[in-house]
């Protein structure tokens, strides 16, 4: 009876040991390989994307047994910072979270040094936000075929201005001016604020530039908006017709992605898929990007991959035909 006892006991303590052995190795194994990650934004601090990615962050912080952290490091148009993701190690402890700015640097700059379609792992697209054409309250253009009438009886006395030489609402006013069959002349500013400044100063006659900036402008009537560039109306602002009623086919809406180094272990990208679908139902995300006119996607990376091939070719494109060249 003893012996069978003490069997029993070592038969019982060995199943305990075993047990404690499984959950170990499956508390190793759902453990995130690093564990501090850094999601790099390559602008400076303060943009109207820090603040969904930091919310991004925070909740794969608590999912994912690391620590995400957020770090800002602007230059060269976002240039230096996706630099910095692309010679990283490809071990899922650095990520660039960018916007679709990215596919635009190929564009502007030959020698960029790296090809964010071949060094870059797409890993999701967070969301797709619209831009606008915008004008002052006063603006005797009430439409853009009030717009486009103008600069067509008066070709090149028609302005308008964007954050810079190469900026994203820059080429999105070329690529209105090339559809439209128009020749306005643009006016590079430091920044989109100043731009948007000088459209209420009446400086210029019209400005483009993301709703992350101007959702809450137009709420309070500073100004008035004559188009956007999603495919559908935006449904905060049903009232603004698209720029593709007045000109079929347009379409240029901005992206935020989620990209790691090349060569991301396929298994890395496929643990943190699910993860990141799963946030398509928090609901400070959602009310976040929902008060930016923003609409969440988080559709993993064979549709970011796609975004980003469709954009670069379609900004190489535009940058030739105007012959814009980075300052």
């Given at each position: 009876?003893?012996?069978?006892?003490?069997?029993?006991?070592?038969?019982?303590?060995?199943?305990?040991?075993?047990?404690?052995?499984?959950?170990?190795?499956?508390?190793?194994?759902?453990?995130?390989?690093?564990?501090?990650?850094?999601?790099?934004?390559?602008?400076?601090?303060?943009?109207?994307?820090?603040?969904?990615?930091?919310?991004?962050?925070?909740?794969?912080?608590?999912?994912?047994?690391?620590?995400?952290?957020?770090?800002?490091?602007?230059?060269?148009?976002?240039?230096?910072?996706?630099?910095?993701?692309?010679?990283?190690?490809?071990?899922?402890?650095?990520?660039?979270?960018?916007?679709?700015?990215?596919?635009?640097?190929?564009?502007?700059?030959?020698?960029?040094?790296?090809?964010?379609?071949?060094?870059?792992?797409?890993?999701?697209?967070?969301?797709?936000?619209?831009?606008?054409?915008?004008?002052r309250t006063d603006s005797?253009?009430?439409?853009?075929?009030?717009?486009?009438?103008?600069?067509?009886?008066?070709?090149?006395?028609?302005?308008?201005?964007?954050?810079?030489?190469?900026?994203?609402?820059?080429?999105?006013?070329?690529?209105?001016?090339?559809?439209?069959?128009?020749?306005?002349?643009?006016?590079?500013?430091?920044?989109?604020?100043?731009?948007?400044?000088?459209?209420?100063?009446?400086?210029?006659?019209?400005?483009?530039?993301?709703?992350?900036?101007?959702?809450?402008?137009?709420?309070?009537?500073?100004?008035?908006?004559?188009?956007?560039?999603?495919?559908?109306?935006?449904?905060?602002?049903?009232?603004?017709?698209?720029?593709?009623?007045?000109?079929?086919?347009?379409?240029?809406?901005?992206?935020?992605?989620?990209?790691?180094?090349?060569?991301?272990?396929?298994?890395?990208?496929?643990?943190?898929?699910?993860?990141l679908d799963a946030l398509?139902?928090?609901?400070?995300?959602?009310?976040?990007?929902?008060?930016?006119?923003?609409?969440?996607?988080?559709?993993?990376?064979?549709?970011?991959?796609?975004?980003?091939?469709?954009?670069?070719?379609?900004?190489?494109?535009?940058?030739?035909?105007?012959?814009?060249?980075?300052?």
């Amino acid at each position: 009876m003893a012996i069978q006892r003490r069997r029993l006991l070592l038969g019982a303590g060995a199943g305990v040991m075993a047990g404690l052995s499984g959950v170990s190795a499956s508390a190793q194994q759902d453990a995130w390989p690093v564990r501090q990650v850094r999601f790099v934004i390559p602008f400076a601090p303060g943009g109207g994307q820090d603040v969904f990615w930091r919310i991004l962050a925070d909740r794969l912080s608590r999912r994912m047994r690391a620590s995400f952290i957020v770090e800002n490091k602007g230059g060269a148009g976002g240039g230096l910072g996706a630099q910095e993701v692309v010679r990283a190690a490809p071990d899922g402890g650095t990520f660039l979270t960018t916007t679709s700015s990215i596919a635009i640097l190929p564009a502007l700059y030959p020698n960029l040094g790296f090809d964010p379609e071949r060094d870059l792992t797409p890993v999701t697209t967070l969301c797709e936000v619209g831009s606008a054409i915008l004008v002052r309250t006063d603006s005797p253009f009430r439409s853009l075929s009030d717009l486009i009438a103008r600069a067509k009886v008066e070709p090149g006395k028609v302005t308008y201005g964007s954050g810079g030489v190469g900026s994203s609402n820059h080429l999105v006013g070329s690529l209105f001016a090339s559809m439209a069959g128009i020749e306005v002349t643009h006016v590079p500013y430091r920044g989109v604020a100043q731009a948007m400044t000088a459209v209420y100063a009446g400086e210029i006659d019209f400005g483009v530039s993301s709703m992350l900036e101007l959702l809450g402008h137009v709420r309070q009537g500073r100004v008035r908006l004559l188009g956007v560039t999603t495919t559908r109306r935006l449904p905060e602002i049903p009232e603004v017709p698209t720029i593709a009623e007045a000109l079929p086919g347009f379409s240029a809406s901005s992206w935020f992605g989620m990209f790691g180094p090349r060569g991301l272990p396929p298994a890395l990208v496929a643990r943190l898929t699910p993860e990141l679908d799963a946030l398509r139902d928090d609901e400070e995300l959602k009310a976040r990007l929902a008060a930016s006119a923003a609409v969440i996607l988080l559709d993993g990376p064979a549709r970011l991959a796609a975004r980003m091939s469709e954009d670069v070719a379609k900004w190489k494109g535009v940058v030739a035909r105007a012959g814009i060249r980075a300052e």
